[in-house]
């Protein structure tokens, strides 16, 4: 199951994965039918384009269908103190407009979740720029 606001998007994910049910809304505001659980939930590069309030409840609502065991894995640009100065630029210039630091992302996802391991990267891509990666396993 996959969400994007990009019609466009979700056309090329229909394609690709006719299998898979995809929607084109805010996950926000989706609900997801109570008998529907899963061993993992993808949020990739979503929650720096949220503020702290849907942040949270992206959080709660996977948090509502991870199976016990099960992990949310995030990722998103970091602000962080040892960045390249070009990775800080490629970041300034990114469309989500909440890009935060390490803490401000575990503070958000500890609001639902007990277990959240963060980890920073700065080799995911081929250009300098600075990631966050947080694990989130509801117990």
């Not at 991870?66 to 962080?80: A, E, I, M």
Request: glycine residues 6%; charged residues 25%; hydrophobic residues 40%.
């Amino acid at each position: 199951m996959g969400f994007d606001l990009s019609f466009k998007y979700i056309e090329m994910a229909r394609k690709r994965f006719p299998q898979a049910q995809f929607v084109c809304e805010r996950v926000s505001e989706f609900s997801l039918a109570q008998q529907q659980s899963f061993d993992a939930v993808l949020a990739l590069g979503i929650v720096h384009h949220l503020d702290d309030q849907e942040g949270r409840q992206l959080f709660q609502i996977a948090y509502d269908v991870l199976k016990s065991g099960g992990k949310l894995v995030t990722l998103d640009g970091v602000w962080t103190d040892d960045q390249s100065p070009t990775a800080r630029w490629l970041l300034a210039r990114d469309r989500g407009e909440y890009v935060r630091n390490e803490q401000e992302y575990v503070r958000i996802a500890s609001q639902v979740f007990r277990n959240v391991r963060p980890s920073i990267r700065h080799d995911l891509l081929r250009i300098p720029y600075s990631h966050l990666i947080l694990e989130c396993v509801r117990r």
